[in-house]
């Protein structure tokens, strides 16, 4: 029995100690040791509780980064997608300036080809 001993173990003790001056001091003194116990196990799961908690919060950050980075890249890729796209339909207008200007020969029947490919992916430009 120091001062430090929690308050329900003090209080069995002195129960246990009494000459049984209540029929019931014994059972009482079990029982406050009982929820000493629980109260003792309630907080050791509650200290495991915050440490999943921050383990998830750590876990959960990782995964924000990673979103994060993975966004970048598709807005990227969607980028290089509307740069291309762009360039296509440029070369498209200079296949069919070409094909205009100089009119048919075995070089105008490649920009035809080339052209109408352009339309086929891009579609009508």
Request: hydrophobic residues 40%.
């Amino acid at each position: 029995m120091t001062d430090k001993q929690p308050t329900a173990l003090r209080l069995a003790d002195a129960m246990e100690g009494s000459d049984a001056e209540y029929p019931d001091d014994l059972e009482v003194a079990a029982e406050l040791r009982r929820l000493h116990t629980s109260e003792r196990e309630g907080w050791r799961y509650a200290d495991e509780l915050e440490q999943e908690r921050k383990r998830l919060t750590k876990v959960i950050a990782e995964d924000d980064k990673v979103n994060h980075a993975l966004h970048l890249r598709e807005m990227e890729a969607l980028q290089k997608v509307s740069d291309l796209t762009a360039l296509n339909a440029q070369l498209l207008e200079a296949l069919e300036d070409f094909v205009m200007e100089f009119g048919e020969c075995g070089l105008t029947e490649k920009a035809r080809a080339a052209i109408a490919a352009a339309r086929g992916i891009g579609g009508e430009a």
